[in-house]
């Protein structure tokens, strides 16, 4: 993980809390970015990462305000996040 960045989604540990920061459309594009918005993943929501499934880690059960979510590695990939606790950095 790149210290200079804000971790993506897939990178957050299992259990993991965070804050949405924003959404890499140089990764997925405009179209995932989209529906990625709609589901709520938008600057300053909280989410945790509950699960991952098994074997692989492919996808990822995601809670984003009151939502769960399963979404696949290279969509939560999309996902730039400060962790719970960093948010005042």
């Not at 594009?29 to 589901?39: I, K, M, N, S, V």
């Amino acid at each position: 993980m790149n210290e200079n960045l804000n971790p993506s989604l897939d990178e957050v540990e299992t259990g993991g809390r965070f804050v949405v920061h924003s959404l890499c459309t140089q990764d997925c594009g405009t179209e995932w970015a989209a529906w990625l918005e709609e589901l709520g993943f938008i600057s300053g929501e909280q989410g945790q990462l509950m699960a991952r499934a098994l074997p692989g880690g492919d996808p990822l059960v995601v809670r984003i305000g009151l939502s769960t979510f399963a979404l696949r590695r290279a969509e939560a990939s999309c996902i730039r996040v400060r962790l719970h606790g960093e948010e005042q950095r």
